[in-house]
């Protein structure tokens, strides 16, 4: 999927490129030379991404494993990643007024790379998120805890903003990643409130009710996840006697 997305986004930018030669009747030494300069540049930015996803995403993988033999268990459902589509990036460039430039993605984007851990239970969100941010080649940019503190909306999950370093050739890169950190249950609101709330043709007033029933869901969500929780913790208690 990852490399797709930098295929598209590359012929994109091949796209522009000829139409841009055929209206100015540039030669084609020329042609090449614009292409060096601008595609080979975003292929490489995007490619940095790709690689501090694997990073991160062989993180969380090994520690699922140390944790299935330490307490009998994998905490990790799955693990889902993304890199943000070249259109998404330069609307938001456009929205908070920034330069389109690559430095400017580099600098003011952070959920360029994005890598979704979907875990059992609450205690497992924290104990791999502290795990993760142990690691002496990871720094935390920012933190949210939107399990402790939701969105107004009833949006729970935990989001770290981290830089991990990537080697290319002799140069260490340090690349940001935005993880999210859910239970099955807070993945499953969330999916299916993004494609409720942003569907078309609905009047302000129906949008509210909407709201109010989809943050009653997320309250109920939550309590299954408390309850689940709960159980879990009478198991082990119970194995520990």
């Known amino acids: 999927?990852?490399?797709?997305?930098?295929?598209?986004?590359?012929?994109?930018?091949?796209k522009e490129l000829v139409n841009f030669t055929r209206q100015e009747n540039i030669n084609e030494e020329f042609f090449l030379d614009i292409i060096e300069e601008k595609i080979l540049?975003?292929?490489?930015?995007?490619?940095?991404?790709a690689c501090a996803i694997m990073e991160v995403e062989t993180k969380f993988k090994v520690l699922n494993e140390?944790?299935?033999?330490?307490?009998?268990?994998n905490p990790i459902e799955s693990i889902h990643s993304r890199i943000k589509d070249y259109d998404s990036i330069i609307r938001k460039l456009i929205r908070k007024n920034l330069p389109r430039t690559l430095k400017s993605i580099e600098e003011n984007i952070n959920d360029i790379a994005g890598v979704r851990v979907i875990c059992s239970f609450v205690d497992d969100i924290y104990r791999l998120a502290d795990c993760l941010l142990q690691q002496d080649d990871i720094?935390?940019?920012?933190?949210k805890d939107y399990i402790?503190?939701?969105?107004?909306?009833?949006?729970r999950s935990l989001h770290l903003i981290v830089q991990v370093p990537i080697f290319v050739e002799?140069?260490?890169?340090?690349?940001?990643?935005?993880?999210?950190?859910?239970?099955?249950?807070?993945?499953?609101?969330a999916s299916l409130e993004h494609k409720l709330r942003y569907k078309k043709n609905i009047s302000s007033e129906m949008l509210e009710k909407l709201a109010?029933?989809?943050?009653?869901?997320?309250?109920?969500?939550?309590s299954l996840d408390s309850r689940m929780q709960n159980v879990r913790n009478l198991i082990l208690s119970e194995n520990n006697r």
């Open 1 to 14: 999927m990852k490399e797709e997305q930098f295929l598209q986004t590359a012929d994109k930018v091949a």
């Open 41 to 49: 540049p975003v292929e490489q930015f995007f490619a940095d991404y």
């Open 66 to 73: 140390q944790f299935s033999l330490k307490y009998d268990g």
């Open 139 to 143: 720094t935390l940019i920012r933190k």
């Open 148 to 155: 402790k503190n939701p969105k107004p909306t009833g949006y």
């Open 170 to 189: 002799n140069e260490k890169r340090l690349v940001k990643v935005e993880v999210q950190l859910r239970t099955i249950a807070m993945d499953f609101w």
């Open 212 to 222: 109010h029933e989809l943050t009653d869901c997320a309250e109920i969500s939550a």
